[in-house]
């Protein structure tokens, strides 16, 4: 599918004849947004090995009080545990959408919405052409189609605030970027690392800070496994995930991927500098360079991807605003190499795919080798963590 996707946004460039309008560009947002929220809302159960679970999850919140979501609220938050449950934003959120349904696909639907229409926004305003778009639809899809939003719901809807957040911050307004980010993070608590974005956003010489990171990329691949072991130990949970084999560590390690940050970072270092050091293009740069620091994390264990992915959604509009200090030649080149790469991670071992009406056998985490049946194992819905990004990734 992600490669059928690949070959649709390719295509999508070439229906409009004046490709830099406003026009042009709006339409391309909502015809990709369109086709990926029906792709994310009407697939299988299967699709993503942690939907099931958050199926199950939603189904569950019929039954939850609004008294019982609230007054565990600030204990889910701030003492999270496999007992009292965590990421209350999420518990929320579901109970919301309960209220009015409890058709998974609609539930599907709407957390697609929730994470692709302020995606399609940041995009906009960071792209000057159609063809611009192609590259920052295609490097999501490289990197976190599989899993934002068609496995991980609960960090898809945190990656959606936190690209509010960014929003806002475009915009100066610092406390509203800042209480979007406390929000996020009450859906996932990786999200509060994103506030060190706010004062990297002071610094205005951008390729001082930018060239800085691989400092940290150094460092991190020699301590990258202290580092990880430090992060899963934040909450008993996270640490269960860290000592358990629910994460095979000793799999094929994802290349592709992890040279991919590193290509992509060195395109920004090798363009022209750019004149303008506005807030927009400092959470563009900083984005990359934060991802690429983050990257080694996914050599000692691959689902962690998850933190890279709130500043890897600046991924795509980074290149493009890097491709344009290229000469056409370096730019058609690189242009060309990039989608190459995509292609070949896309078409080399697909991610499975069927749609809601298709068969398809669900992950063996569920306790059965079959296709939809009852759901074994209820506690497994409190570690929804998955493998679906680790696999994606060993893909690659």
């Known amino acids: 599918m992600t490669l059928c996707i690949f070959l649709f946004l390719l295509i999508l460039c070439f229906i409009f004849p004046n490709k830099e309008t406003d026009k042009a560009r709006q339409s391309y947002i909502i ?21 099931y679970a958050y199926i ?15 007054n565990s609220f600030w204990i889910q938050y701030f003492t999270p545990s496999a007992d009292s449950g965590k990421d209350p934003g999420y518990a929320l959120f579901a109970k919301c959408i309960s209220v009015f349904t409890t058709n998974e696909h609609i539930y599907l639907t709407i957390v697609a919405l929730v994470f692709y229409i302020p995606l399609g926004i940041l995009f906009y305003r960071h792209s000057e052409s159609v063809g611009e778009l192609a590259i920052c ?13 068609n496995s991980a719901v609960r960090q898809t809807i945190a990656v959606a605030i936190i690209i509010v957040a960014f929003l806002r911050l475009e915009k100066d307004k610092v406390l509203q970027a800042t209480l979007f980010i406390l929000f996020a993070s009450t859906f ?3 999200a509060i690392g994103v506030l060190l974005m706010i004062p990297l956003l002071k610094i205005n010489k951008v390729f001082s800070v930018y060239y800085s990171f691989v400092i940290g990329f150094l460092i991190m691949l020699v301590f990258y496994q ?18 358990s084999d629910f994460y095979a560590r000793d799999n094929a390690k994802p290349f592709l991927v992890f040279i991919a940050f590193l290509i992509f970072y060195l395109i920004g270092c090798f363009a022209q500098k750019n004149n303008d050091d506005g807030i927009g293009y400092r959470l563009a740069a900083y984005g990359m360079g934060m991802a690429l620091m983050l990257s080694p994390l996914i050599w000692y264990d691959p689902s962690a991807i998850r933190l890279t992915a709130y500043f ?3 991924i795509g509009p980074f290149l493009a605003i890097s491709l344009r200090g290229y000469s056409l030649k370096g730019r058609t080149r690189l242009v060309i190499l990039l989608l190459m790469m995509a292609l070949f991670k ?7 795919y069927k749609f809601y009406w298709q068969e398809m056998n669900l992950h063996e985490r569920y306790g059965q080798a079959g296709g939809p049946s009852e759901y074994h194992n209820p506690s497994i819905s409190i570690y929804y963590e998955s493998i679906a990004d680790q696999h994606s990734l060993r893909q690659g």
Do not use: C, K
């Open 312 to 314: 890897g959604i600046w």
């Open 346 to 352: 896309a078409g080399r071992h697909p991610a499975p």
């Open 188 to 190: 996932h608590q990786s």
């Open 56 to 70: 199950i999850r939603f189904q569950e919140m019929t039954s939850n009080s609004w008294r019982e979501i609230f």
């Open 31 to 51: 015809i990709a947004s369109i086709v990926l929220i029906l792709i994310s809302g009407l697939r299988n159960r299967a699709v993503g090995n942690d939907t």
């Open 137 to 149: 639809y295609s490097a999501y899809l490289f990197f976190y189609f599989t899993y934002l939003p």
């Open 226 to 243: 202290e580092v990880a072991s430090f992060l899963a130990s934040s909450n008993s949970i996270y640490d269960s995930y860290s000592n």
